[in-house]
């Protein structure tokens, strides 16, 4: 869980450095061409303003995954370098408080999904599988196709 408490930033800014393992994250993945496997990276501010928490900063995932075109395994990296989340401690959108802490583990969830690659590629050109073609006959004979064995036929 990544929490910051709320007694350490009545006095100052309080950063928020380290990993989180991917298990804390919850991420509940459905896709099977992308995979959540190593730790989520971050480097946060947590300030208070009036009756509300800012935090800002940067986060980043690697993510494994598939591409939907060819196939081929490769890394995707999730980053999300001006990350900025105001957490309310009043009024109707209170966030909640466990023992003096936010727990920010939420929203960083909700912003890192929203960020994976809905179709991954391995790069946007991608060809795709590769198909073997036909040889070429020279032109359009009329013997291999399917319609000139129907013409043969005498009824």
Excluded at 49 to 66: F, I, M, R, S, W
Excluded at 133 to 152: F, I, M, N, R, Y
Aim: glycine share 6%.
């Amino acid at each position: 869980m990544l929490t910051v408490n709320l007694r350490h930033l009545d006095s100052h800014e309080v950063r928020l450095q380290g990993e989180l393992p991917v298990a804390e994250l919850d991420l509940n993945l459905q896709d099977e061409m992308v995979r959540a496997g190593n730790p989520l990276r971050y480097n946060l501010m947590a300030e208070k303003l009036h009756e509300a928490v800012l935090v800002t900063g940067t986060l980043e995932l690697v993510l494994d995954c598939q591409c939907v075109r060819c196939l081929k395994s490769f890394k995707h990296k999730v980053l999300l370098r001006s990350w900025a989340c105001h957490l309310p401690l009043a009024g109707e959108e209170k966030t909640p408080i466990n023992n003096d802490c936010v727990d920010l583990t939420p929203f960083v969830r909700e912003d890192m999904l929203l960020e994976f690659p809905p179709h991954p590629l391995c790069k946007p050109d991608c060809g795709g599988l590769k198909k073997t073609k036909a040889p070429k006959t020279g032109g359009a004979d009329k013997k291999s196709t399917p319609w000139a064995e129907l013409d043969k036929l005498k009824l």
